[in-house]
């Protein structure tokens, strides 16, 4: 029988089930959640950037707007956000925006994190912060996002189109 997940690390396993979902289809394995106070979950995403075409389909997005459609509002006050990898800054900033009370996420991000790696959007004059928990299943996410990377190693254009690195060039 199917137990209704009470801590950090069952809805961080949830995550991760969407991650692998992600991994799967191509796309960047990331996986997220959002829980209410009473812990329903009230929206799911994972990393949809390649097959909806839009950069911002990142799977912290996609659990946000999926979570303020169904309570019919954009703000999620008391709520707790999942996600796999630390969230980068434009993630951060739809968390600041939705009022998220806390996150949780797997492993960190040394080249994009926005919650202690890069930056720490709290650190900044802000009037809204999020309380952060980071390192849950970390081990798991960093090798699950490993195995997409080395596997695409040497496919760039394909995954990302013949203008990758042209400003870079």
Known sequence: MYTYPVTDIDFMELCLELAEKAYLLGEVPVGSIVVSKSGEILGKGHNETRRLLKPFAHAEIMAISSAAERVGNYRLKDCTLYVTKEPCIMCAGTILEARIERIVFGCFDKRRGAFGSVIDINSLPL???VKVVGGILSERSEELLKNFF????????????????????
Not at 150 to 168: C, H, K
């Open 127 to 129: 009037n809204h912060k």
């Open 150 to 169: 080395r596997a695409r190693r040497g496919t760039e254009v394909a995954i990302t189109g013949p203008t990758r690195n042209r400003l870079y060039a």
